[in-house]
């Protein structure tokens, strides 16, 4: 049986992969009129698409370390670098994927984007200072 930490991590991963691969495959087939007439359009979903994938992937990586970890080097329940990258993720991702959309007000979704890419650094960082 797991720890919080490494379920936390396990299930957030496992809701980014799992939206990721819906929402890649939305925009390749349902959405590919549409991004591909707006300029970047395409490129943008796929930007998110990667970015939240590949940070689905390093999550559930994480989660694995944090299993292995003995009892008294387990992150608490705070927040860790994991949490901040999947938050960032969501910021990132999420306002790429309204601002193509165009659904929502650009004024508050454009400064998410950078945001998020920040909280993804941050939660980089964290990690690598072994705050997993």
């Not at 990586?61 to 387990?74: I, T």
């Not at 994991?82 to 910021?91: E, F, P, R």
């Not at 990132?92 to 004024?107: A, E, M, Q, V």
């Amino acid at each position: 049986m797991g720890n919080e930490t490494s379920e936390t991590l396990r299930k957030l991963a496992a809701a980014l992969g799992a939206s990721g691969v819906g929402l890649g495959a939305f925009g390749a087939h349902a959405l590919k009129g549409y991004l591909n007439k707006k300029p970047e359009g395409s490129n943008n979903w796929k930007t998110a698409v990667s970015y939240q994938l590949l940070h689905a992937v390093a999550l559930l990586s994480l989660s694995c370390l944090e299993e292995g970890k003995p009892r008294k080097y387990q992150g608490g329940s705070g927040w860790s670098g994991g949490k901040i990258m999947a938050l960032g993720t969501v910021l990132f991702s999420g306002s790429i994927y309204l601002l193509t959309l165009d659904i929502g007000p650009k004024r508050i979704l454009g400064p998410m984007t950078p945001v998020g890419g920040l909280m993804l650094m941050s939660g980089w960082a964290m990690i690598g200072a072994g705050k997993i």
